[in-house]
């Protein structure tokens, strides 16, 4: 099971860290994937990071937002910077068997139940 927190409010230009912790599973061996999807939208792949720590981002969010895991904590971590409007939407973590991120939701099989986060202009 994944627990996803760390939404809130936030105007724009500021910064958030979302966390996916996992319980009763370790993560180590996963890939952990960021997604998002904003109201009537599709979700959309953000970040993900491999069992390795090689990263991938979505063009719209290199160079501000940030993935982290920590296999001690089981836990992995998305730091968002510079915030913008079209951020606003509910963000969902997911693990994947592979060894390779991927950026198909499909490809994910575990899931959290999301966290909103809504930017300010």
């Known amino acids: 099971q994944l627990q996803a927190s760390g939404g809130g409010l936030v105007q724009a230009g500021g910064s958030l860290r979302l966390s996916c912790a996992a319980s009763?599973?370790?993560?180590?061996?996963?890939?952990m994937g960021w997604f998002r999807q904003a109201p009537g939208k599709e979700r959309e792949f953000v970040a993900g990071?491999?069992?390795?720590?090689?990263?991938d981002y979505a063009d719209s969010v290199e160079g501000r937002f940030t993935i982290s895991r920590d296999n001690t904590k089981n836990t992995a971590y998305l730091q968002m910077n510079s915030l913008q409007s079209e951020d606003t939407a509910v963000y969902y973590c997911?693990?994947?068997?592979?060894?390779?991120?991927?950026?198909?939701?499909?490809?994910?099989?575990?899931w959290g139940q999301g966290t909103l986060v809504t930017v300010s202009s």
């Open positions: 009763g599973r370790t993560l180590s061996g996963h890939v």
């Open positions: 997911g693990a994947s068997l592979g060894f390779r991120v991927v950026t198909t939701p499909r490809a994910y099989r575990y």
């Open positions: 990071i491999s069992s390795g720590a090689t990263t």
